[in-house]
């Protein structure tokens, strides 16, 4: 199995500004994901952090609004950018090992965004 | 893309009676078929998974069965307790991501 901490847990923050969150896993795994979960629904995938090159993006999920990176097997961050109200929301990261399939989340990141 | 429904939305049991949930996927090519339990403010937890070569799979009071032909899979809990009261979370996937259904909140009444 592997752990995964996000940081931070929850934040508060201004229209138009841009927020970075951290995700760190104790062990190195194939794949990370970034998810988001608004409240009462499900999971959406935004995209999948590949490790030294861009991120691989859902449809409705752009690069410009959501720069992902992943510089090692253990690390990456989502930011989002120029936020506004609606993307008030929990980000969750995942990872996992990719043949055995199994996905561990992070404890996510709650934004509310004002 | 693949594409998971889930039904029902809600789901209202008595202790000790049987839950069970049913999920549809869009992609013949996802192979792993996973169960997520979500509590309140927590993050999702998996709690059973099926892969495309296998039926059926249990583990104590949870069992899931796969149809792959049919496209559809589905989770089964038995006895249920007040503890099983939470969000369950279908998902699928065929290359590593999962892609989720709508979510289904279980009401496990005393």
């Known amino acids: 199995s592997a752990v995964i901490s996000q940081k931070p847990s929850r934040d508060i923050c201004q229209r138009g500004t841009s927020l970075t969150i951290q995700c760190q896993v104790d062990s190195q795994v194939t794949m990370m994901f970034w998810y988001r979960q608004q409240p009462g629904q499900s999971l959406t995938l935004i995209a999948t952090a590949n490790q030294g090159s861009e991120a691989t993006y859902e449809s409705g999920f752009v690069i410009d609004k959501f720069p992902i990176s992943r510089p090692n097997l253990t690390f990456s961050t989502l930011t989002v950018s120029n936020m506004s109200p609606e993307d008030s929301s929990i980000y969750l990261c995942?990872?996992?090992?990719?043949?055995?399939?199994?996905?561990?989340f992070g404890e996510g990141s709650r934004l509310t965004v004002l | 893309g693949e594409n998971v429904e889930q039904h029902p939305s809600t789901l209202s049991v008595q202790e000790g009676d049987s839950a069970v949930i049913k999920c549809t996927y869009s992609d013949s090519a996802s192979n792993y078929f996973p169960w997520y339990k979500q509590e309140l403010g927590k993050r999702p937890q998996l709690i059973i998974d099926?892969?495309?070569?296998?039926g059926e799979k249990k583990d104590q009071r949870i069992a899931v069965t796969l149809n792959k032909t049919a496209k559809h899979f589905s989770l089964h809990i038995t006895e249920t307790q007040p503890e099983d009261s939470a969000v369950y979370f279908c998902?699928?996937?065929?290359?590593?991501?999962?892609?989720f259904g709508q979510g289904t909140e279980l009401s496990v009444k005393p």
């Open positions: 995942s990872g996992g090992q990719g043949l055995t399939g199994e996905l561990f």
């Open positions: 998902a699928a996937s065929g290359g590593g991501k999962l892609i």
């Open positions: 099926i892969r495309s070569n296998v």
